[in-house]
């Protein structure tokens, strides 16, 4: 099944969707859980994971506030070693950039492995207008694309999937039927993948850290489907959000050690990639070009604002698998790239939009997103920050006046006596009937049919405890 | 963008105040006593088979790897592995193809690839192989088996450690792949499968 989410409508009408959708809780509330429990485990492998988040948090911090500097000195150190840099403002921009190398380079077939910053770049649909086949190669994101899918959560993309849907989808590419066996599924997709590999002229992956002092990248993948991007075609371009940097090998360690543990619960992928530049002279193999492009894209909106500490983000996904509204909903009612509190939060912030009210209410502020980032953002708090943004910009006149009522009484002790008092009378005379015979405009979701209000006691509190001497 | 401009914009967001530089403690990763049996344990852990040898003809080490397969074709780099090994090879029942010598059609087909390894990671049961010669990309990422031999003395205890290694290295490579157990992927019903892109098996040679 496609995505027939409409990213044009609000997170109300997607979720309505995704909550629609037989079997989508089962297979997400599934694989969260298991990533989760996964996490925890793994977690537990460290001395002291506690203060390795500090640690995490602190190297994360140090390398924005000196973000100029370090991808200064990523980018001439990558240069230094035969590689080439663009610095791209936008998505546009960056599109561009790669657009051209495949008209350069004669590209007909691009391989690209998993990357959050090409989908938020829309790098695919560029490619596929000038007639280069982009064909993404992480096994799950593979499935998205023969689905005419987006991703769904930012690590395992494709959990929206059962292995029934895989099954009738790879029957339908090959034109033969597949038995819902998860290993000859594998099968086919390394052998079909494989070829594409072979035959592609521009290999395309993400970079999860620029390393400063190094002029290095590093890639983390358990398939091994980057290595064949960075290696196999003539051409590699690695597309970089541009926070994505630190500054030393020794960082690395620590920040390696979390995401692996807090993404999929392994001490370290099967495949971690360090890259450093193009091909030597001496090197029996790998790509003619390397290109590191540093994507902006609405991310220097965040510096030094109240909302930066949303840049230490390694995208791990650990926010989304305890999130109690994710878990509903799935990724799509999000948006077709970055899902859950963290895509809450750096949604609206980078692309400048006003939808922030909306993904900024998609959460319970229950905190669980926060306890378990790996570099400590504080995204409930960030989530409340939009909220206020959302309350003194766009709120209805009608509930801003409607709060303002409330702060003015519920701030002093005599006025909120005298309303709990009359609202425990009103509340009992109304009983079921407010909300479904009372119509309240204010508080029409809240009380519509299906939701009962609880049946008021006799007194209010506040005037019990006063009889009982309290 | 240009890129003084690029930069110049991000300046312009950053305060002036910046935190004091960041300072890694030496020793945040775990002790470990005994490198090599955690090496084993660990890489048995994700799937990757740890095979101890301690002298004798290659072809003790690599026989229960080949018999296992008919005719392999066996795709080994020049150096960094034992001198006998093509003889090891030829006696088990298998081709021998010369990386880089190779033709496409031979490393593409290969059905094993046989390097040497960097160091190898105790902590997490990790080689590393580089994209200098002899390794190259290839013969560790291409054939469904890959044979690495690895000299105990070179098991680091943690990845810390590991990064430290790489950080006084006077020349990097333009890749250096961290290796942990065979290709894997869960992104089918959440089902572990193995070899989705790189190989399905993974065997480490322990040398002395």
Excluded at chain 1, 264 to 278: C, E, F, M, P, R
Excluded at chain 1, 341 to 349: E, K, M, Q, S, W
Excluded at chain 2, 43 to 55: I, N, P, Q
Excluded at chain 2, 125 to 137: E, K, L
């Amino acid at each position: 099944m496609s995505d027939t989410h409409d990213y044009s409508k609000g997170f109300g009408a997607r979720a309505a969707v995704s909550l629609g959708r037989p079997g989508l809780h089962d297979l997400v509330s599934e694989a969260v859980d298991r990533q989760s429990a996964a996490r925890l485990q793994a977690l537990e492998s460290l001395d002291d994971p506690e203060a390795l988040r500090d640690l995490a948090a602190e190297i994360r911090d140090d390398a924005l506030a000196r973000l100029d500097e370090r991808l200064a000195s990523l980018a001439a150190n990558w240069e230094a070693a035969g590689g080439t840099v663009f610095f791209a403002a936008d998505a546009d921009e960056a599109r561009s950039y790669v657009a051209d190398l495949a008209t350069r380079t004669g590209a007909k077939t691009a391989v690209k492995s998993k990357s959050m910053v090409t989908e938020e770049i829309g790098l695919n649909a560029v490619l596929e207008q000038m007639g280069v086949e982009a064909i993404e190669t992480d096994l799950g994101e593979f499935i998205n694309q023969v689905a005419g899918d987006h991703p769904s959560h930012i690590v395992a993309p494709a959990i929206h999937h059962s292995k029934a849907d895989v099954a009738r989808l790879f029957s339908r590419l090959s034109d033969e039927p597949r038995d819902e066996d998860a290993q000859a599924l594998t099968g086919f997709a390394r052998a079909y993948l494989r070829e594409k590999f072979l035959s592609a002229e521009l290999g395309i992956t993400g970079a999860n850290f620029g390393i400063s002092e190094a002029g290095a990248l590093c890639i983390v993948s358990n398939e091994g489907n980057a290595r064949m991007c960075m290696s196999l075609p003539p051409v590699h371009v690695a597309v970089m959000g541009m926070e994505r940097v630190i500054g030393t090998w020794d960082e690395l360690a620590v920040m390696l050690a979390l995401l692996c543990r807090s993404a999929t619960g392994q001490k370290i992928t099967q495949y971690v990639s360090l890259l450093n530049g193009a091909r030597r002279s001496d090197e029996p193999d790998g790509p003619e070009e390397s290109h590191l492009v540093i994507v902006d894209n609405g991310r220097s909106n965040l510096l030094g604002t109240r909302y930066s500490s949303a840049l230490r983000c390694i995208r791990c996904g650990a926010c989304l698998n305890v999130c109690p509204v994710f878990r509903q909903t799935g990724g799509h009612a999000y948006d077709p790239v970055y899902s859950g509190p963290i895509g809450a939060v750096i949604n609206p912030l980078m692309k400048g939009t006003d939808e922030a009210g909306e993904l900024a209410h998609a959460s319970t502020l229950c905190g669980a997103c926060t306890a378990v980032c790996p570099v400590r953002i504080p995204l409930h708090d960030l989530l409340v920050y939009l909220r206020q943004e959302y309350a003194r910009e766009s709120a209805p006149a009608t509930e801003r006046a409607g709060y303002q009522v409330w702060a003015r009484a519920w701030s002093n002790g005599r006025r909120f006596a005298w309303f709990s008092r009359v609202g425990n009378r009103f509340g009992r005379i109304m009983g079921d009937r407010v909300g479904t015979r009372l119509p309240l405009p204010l508080l029409s979701r809240w009380t519509r049919p299906g939701r009962r209000l609880p049946s008021f006691p006799d007194k209010a509190y506040r005037d019990e405890r006063k009889g009982a001497g309290g | 963008m240009d890129r003084t401009l690029f930069l110049e914009r991000i300046r312009r967001r950053l305060g002036d105040v910046k935190p004091p530089p960041v300072r890694i403690p030496h020793d945040w990763a775990s002790e470990i006593d005994d490198p090599v049996a955690r090496f084993e344990q660990e890489l048995d852990a994700v799937g990757g088979k740890v095979h101890r040898f301690r002298g004798g003809p290659t072809a003790d080490a690599l026989a229960p790897i080949l018999q296992a397969r008919e005719l392999p074709a066996v795709l080994i780099v020049r150096d960094g592995v034992p001198e006998d090994i093509e003889a090891a090879v030829t006696r088990s029942g298998g081709k021998v193809r010369w990386w880089p010598d190779a033709s496409r059609e031979e490393v593409t087909s290969a059905d094993i690839g046989v390097t040497g390894a960097l160091w190898g990671v105790a902590e997490t049961g990790t080689i590393v192989v580089s994209s200098s010669p002899p390794s190259g990309r290839a013969p560790s990422l291409l054939p469904p088996v890959h044979v690495a031999f690895v000299a105990s003395e070179r098991i680091v205890p943690s990845t810390a450690e590991l990064f430290r290694r790489i950080a006084s290295m006077t020349e990097l490579p333009s890749n250096l792949v961290l290796i942990t157990g065979p290709s894997k992927s869960a992104d089918i019903g959440l089902e572990l499968t193995l070899g989705v892109h790189g190989p399905a098996e993974l065997h480490v040679v322990l040398t002395a």
